[in-house]
């Protein structure tokens, strides 16, 4: 039910040059009370006269002014890629300083294993004078 109630807030036009809005649409129903039947969701631009020349609209002349479009990535080709981007956003967001200090301990641990590794052939050379 639509009530005519004062408590809508009114907006001029002339003032913000630019609207945009949902309008209802009303009709009366058997019991001879306004019933909402649908809404029209519009945006109004309000020109002076040079703006309107510049920039004409409607029948036979330029389109009306669109959206910009919108910034989508294109992800079409690359969906075997998604599992990676889930985890990258899993691992450098949440537990970003706990990987760095993780990837840091494994490097020292094979540079250390690498250490070890090397050093008997090295001492051997050493002793040996090779």
């Not at 641990?109 to 090397?118: D, K, R, T």
Request: include cysteine; proline fraction near 7%; charge should be negative.
């Amino acid at each position: 039910m639509v009530t005519n109630e004062g408590e809508v807030p009114m907006v001029s036009i002339f003032k913000q040059k630019r609207i945009k809005g949902w309008w209802p649409f009303v009709a009366r129903n058997e019991e001879d009370e306004f019933e909402l039947t649908g809404k029209v969701e519009a945006e109004l631009h309000l020109l002076t006269g040079e703006e309107a020349e510049k920039s004409p609209a409607g029948d036979g002349r330029n389109e009306p002014e669109p959206l910009e479009k919108p910034n989508r990535p294109d992800v079409a080709l690359l969906w075997f890629l998604i599992p990676l981007k889930a985890a990258k956003h899993l691992v450098c967001d949440q537990y970003r300083w706990l990987t760095i200090k993780i990837v840091t301990a494994l490097l020292l641990l094979a540079i250390l294993g690498l250490f070890l590794y090397n050093m008997p052939g090295y001492m051997v050379k050493k002793m040996l004078g090779a």
